[in-house]
């Protein structure tokens, strides 16, 4: 699928991966909407920064874990832009849950918003897709989901459950919409940690640096435009964390 003249939808695109993630397929002429829950001015600026690559973009707030906003979220991107050709589910929460003081609200929390808000984003964007007779939906998921770490248990389950359902949706969306999914590993690091814990990060990965935002939205690019006989592919981005 060529992106020039496409819509997508890159949810959580106002920052960090996501908006690097926007700002990618805005440059290969896409118009692109974004969702955004506490990040207003963020998603403005990214938009803004979009618009001026000379494509249509837009900003849109919503909880992806509840329907109701996801429906909207689908449909507004519909009318506004005109289509729906491709969905990145990037939007996630990411805390830190050590074991002994974890919460039924922190599970919830990392369930509703990294898995369910996933499936109710795919579902709504594939009634339209398969009108369409085509469609791409990307996964952002996590090394984590297939290596599990200490201290972040619903976390890790949850990009579990997304590379789960990634391949299940590629069952039952096919043959008109692939679905793929990306599991990064060190590209962003959490603001707390600092240069002893990045340290130690680098020494445990096997590419001896860290990645980039840039690294995600060349992966997501590919499942775009680099081959349509590709679905329920689980690619990670991790510089080789996986190996070693």
């Known amino acids: 699928m060529k992106l020039e003249g496409m819509t997508a939808l890159v949810t959580g695109g106002a920052k960090r991966v996501g908006r690097a993630i926007a700002l990618t397929l805005a440059r290969q002429h896409a118009q692109v909407a974004i969702s955004y829950q506490a990040s207003r001015k963020e998603a403005e600026k990214t938009v803004s920064e979009m618009e001026?690559?000379?494509?249509?973009?837009?900003?849109?707030?919503?909880?992806?874990?509840?329907?109701?906003?996801?429906?909207?979220?689908?449909?507004?991107?519909?009318?506004?832009?005109?289509?729906?050709?491709?969905l990145i589910n990037n939007a996630a929460i990411y805390e830190e849950t050590p074991f002994d003081k974890l919460t039924e609200e922190q599970w919830d929390r990392h369930l509703e918003a990294n898995l369910k808000g996933t499936f109710l984003c795919a579902r709504a964007a594939s009634e339209i897709m398969r009108k369409k007779g085509r469609g791409k939906i990307i996964n952002i998921a996590d090394w984590s989901g297939m290596?599990?770490?200490?201290?972040?248990?619903?976390?890790?389950?949850?990009?579990?459950?997304?590379?789960?359902?990634?391949?299940?949706?590629?069952?039952?969306?096919?043959?008109?919409?692939?679905?793929?999914?990306?599991?990064?590993?060190?590209?962003?690091?959490?603001?707390?940690?600092?240069?002893?814990?990045?340290?130690?990060?680098?020494?445990?990965?096997?590419?001896?640096?860290?990645?980039?935002?840039?690294?995600?939205?060349?992966?997501?690019?590919?499942?775009?435009?680099?081959?349509?006989?590709?679905?329920?592919?689980?690619?990670?981005?991790?510089?080789?964390?996986?190996?070693?």
Not at 60 to 86: P, R
């Open 147 to 244: 290596r599990p770490y200490k201290n972040y248990l619903p976390y890790c389950v949850s990009k579990a459950g997304v590379i789960a359902l990634t391949k299940a949706l590629a069952i039952e969306l096919a043959p008109a919409i692939q679905v793929n999914c990306v599991c990064p590993g060190p590209v962003l690091l959490p603001e707390a940690y600092g240069e002893r814990e990045r340290k130690a990060i680098i020494a445990e990965t096997p590419l001896a640096r860290l990645g980039s935002p840039e690294d995600i939205s060349s992966a997501v690019l590919f499942f775009i435009q680099g081959s349509d006989f590709i679905t329920g592919a689980i690619l990670p981005v991790d510089g080789g964390r996986l190996i070693a």
């Open 52 to 86: 001026v690559l000379g494509v249509k973009a837009l900003a849109i707030a919503a909880n992806i874990a509840k329907a109701n906003d996801v429906d909207h979220l689908i449909k507004t991107v519909n009318k506004t832009l005109g289509s729906l050709d491709i």
